[in-house]
C-alpha cells in the first residue's frame, strides 16, 4: 500500500456524510491507495491535453465528496 487514510473526525461534518445513503462512520481503514509508476517506451510522442475547469468540476467538485 503506497498510502492509507485513517478515520477522522471531520468525515461527520461533511456534506457526503449529510447526504449519504449509510450514515455509518467506518470501523477501520476506509481507504488504501497504490502507486503505480508508468513510463513511456522511448520515441514516444504523447500529447498533453489541457483538462478544463468544468471538467475538473464534473469529475472532483460534487455532492459525494468528502472533502466538500
Known amino acids: 500500500d503506497f498510502n492509507a487514510y485513517m478515520n477522522w473526525e471531520y468525515h ?8 449519504a445513503p449509510v450514515n455509518k462512520g467506518p470501523s477501520d481503514i476506509w481507504y488504501r491507495s497504490a502507486w ?3 513510463e513511456a517506451m522511448p520515441g514516444f510522442k ?3 491535453i489541457q483538462i478544463k475547469d468544468e471538467v ?8 459525494e465528496g468528502s472533502t466538500t
Open 12 to 19: 461527520g461534518e461533511t456534506r457526503a456524510q449529510k447526504v
Open 56 to 63: 475538473f468540476r464534473e469529475l472532483y467538485l460534487d455532492e
Open 46 to 48: 504523447g500529447e498533453n
Open 36 to 38: 503505480y509508476r508508468i
